[in-house]
């Protein structure tokens, strides 16, 4: 169901307050570079400090944005099951395609709390789900036996997988199947993780370059290889430069620095710092985005 690229949005604000228009303008502006979905309210979109009304806002504006034209994957996880399921949802209400959701983070569940935790959201909510594995964020793994537990569950569809093992990817691609779409969490990644039977990449890096990322994955599964490699290794400075701080700090400076958004980022993080911000001009010059 969802696969190829799906950008991680990043959230505008301005004054302190969602700025709807621009969340709204940089919708449009990746439908038209041809990207496949779109995911709002994940750590690129700030969800940790967005109020569950700002929260539930974004969801709505992004879906009206969209208007169809491409899926919307909104997300909604949480430590809480409870309120997962509230915001998994509220996402179905507004006219989502699906939800993603991270793997409880900091109360750190056993394997079996993590297929009951999903479990119960399918269950409440009878919507499709992808699973987030980030264990950098979450101090958990969804250990691929367990992630072919998750996909024997009808409404659990796929999942982003940030754990950087490829080994891991290898084993979860085998485990549950061609119909379960595994999806690059990291950039970088995403022709590795193609290479080994991934579906696509949920991206960061496509906020910034979209069609280039759109036209990576398209072509290797064209069987075009050697074109996909030859935008991997053209994007590598700008995956480099997006994470040289804690994400979106850069790709958000990023957006800034094309005109397209505020450079205004919540507490506890931070504006870019100036070396940094000077190195990301560089590569987006060189790529040609600014």
Known sequence: MFQGVLTALITPFRDGAVDERALADLVELQIEAGVDGLVPCGST????????????????????????????????????????????????????????????????????????????????????LIVYNIPGRTASNVLPETMAQLADIEQVVGVKESSGDLGQVSHVVALCGEDFPVLSGDDVLTLPILSVGGAGVISTSANVAPSEMAELVRAFRAGDQ?????????????????????????????????????????LPLTRLQEPNRERLRVVLKELGTL
């Not at 309120?83 to 056993?110: F, M, Q, V, W």
Request: net charge neutral; aromatic share 4%.
């Open 45 to 128: 979109g700030e969800s940790a400090t967005l109020s569950h009304a700002e929260h539930r806002r974004v969801v709505e504006v992004v879906v009206a944005a969209a208007r169809g034209r491409v899926s919307v994957v909104a997300g909604t996880g949480s430590n809480s099951t409870r309120e997962a399921i509230d915001l998994t949802r509220h996402a179905k209400e507004a006219g989502a395609d699906g939800a993603l959701l991270i793997s409880p983070y900091y109360n750190k569940p056993t394997q079996a709390g993590i297929v009951a935790h999903f479990a119960e959201i399918a269950r409440e909510t009878a919507f499709p």
């Open 226 to 266: 050697a074109r996909s490699l030859d935008l991997h290794q053209r994007l590598l400075p700008l995956f480099d430069a997006l994470f040289c701080e804690t994400n979106p700090i850069p790709v958000k400076a990023a957006q800034a620095l094309r005109g397209l958004v505020s450079d205004e980022i919540r």
